[in-house]
């Protein structure tokens, strides 16, 4: 249960949860790590915590290092639980400690638990604490992810602690992002999706920040930390953040209740991929939610199948539309259809929805009456081409 030092006198001292599969909504296919550090100076310094279930195993990390009763300083760059979970064990060990965030991090920190006794000192953007070798900037970021997210900034070692941002749910033996690059942004990009996609505008004002910013090292909450691809996940996050997309990349999101519904989700990725775009059929019977999302953050087209079910959509749809509208994405360019059997309208329940996001809809809804007939999916077929410029 050793601290594995990231830099000279700073130290992870995090707990991976390998066994998280479920984070209020977004499934977590490869787990998840909560990442808190320490830092070894005049006033030893923890940034963070962990869940409340790894206090534990957090507390032994930190003694390896230090008995935890030393801490002076205490950093809550976010109070969501699954980083302040550990703190009241902390507060209560570190006697002498000074927990310091923004004002509606102390907020939020109140509410959540008994503070009588702790020392809290409110923190604004552009603050500074020194704690003898280093010093230490405060940056506020709100909504990224509730509004009191913070980032922490040590300017002598270039090191940025920005807390969700940059983070991916992924528990791996890798500490760095040293080797297998394309799952790390992959579950960035998953991260993203779930959690910061409704706060582009927000994540826009922290690249600013960051940009003037001389940075060596992203050591985010969640996840691998960024020393060698830094590049790499900032141009990612200004495009995700601008709600851009990959302008040949498409999915299409369905279920299917005798696969009437199926079969014409087939002909649309047919007919986009003669217009030369690369479309991922997902299928919401056997991908979750999550993992749709995954796939649409940087997809420019977006089609939504379902049959009619009595006078609604199915159920997997619905569910996966209330997910869609709560992360509000931008500037997609989309097309619904669906198969029915004696209720024409259900799919108008998507249109609606998509439209209300702000997407271009250029076609109309296609629908199947029971089972899609040759003519029915020539006509599908040329309607998905025009969907396309
Ligand atoms: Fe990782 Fe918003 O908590």
Redesign the pocket.
Known sequence: MKAVEIKKGIYWVGVKDWNLREFHGYTTSRGSTYNAYLIIDDKITLIDGVKAPFTDLFMRRIASVIDPAKIDVVICN?V?M??SGALPAIMEKAKNATLYCPPAGERGLKMHYDTANWKMQIVKTGDTLNIGKHTLTFVQMPMV??PDSMMTYVADEKLLFPN?GF?QHYASDELFDDENLDIILDEAKKYYGNIVWPYGAQVQKVLETAATLDIEMIAP??GIIWRKHIPEIVEKYKLWSSYGSIADKAVIVYDSMWGSTEQMAREVAAAWGEKGLRVTLCSLKYSNVSDAINDIVEAKYVALGSPTLNSGILPTMGAFLTYLKGLAPKNKVGFCFGSYGWKKDAQDEMQNILTNLGWELPEPIMTINWRPTPEGLRQLHETALKVVK
């Open positions: 976010h969501e699954d980083h992810h509730w969700d983070g909450s969640h």
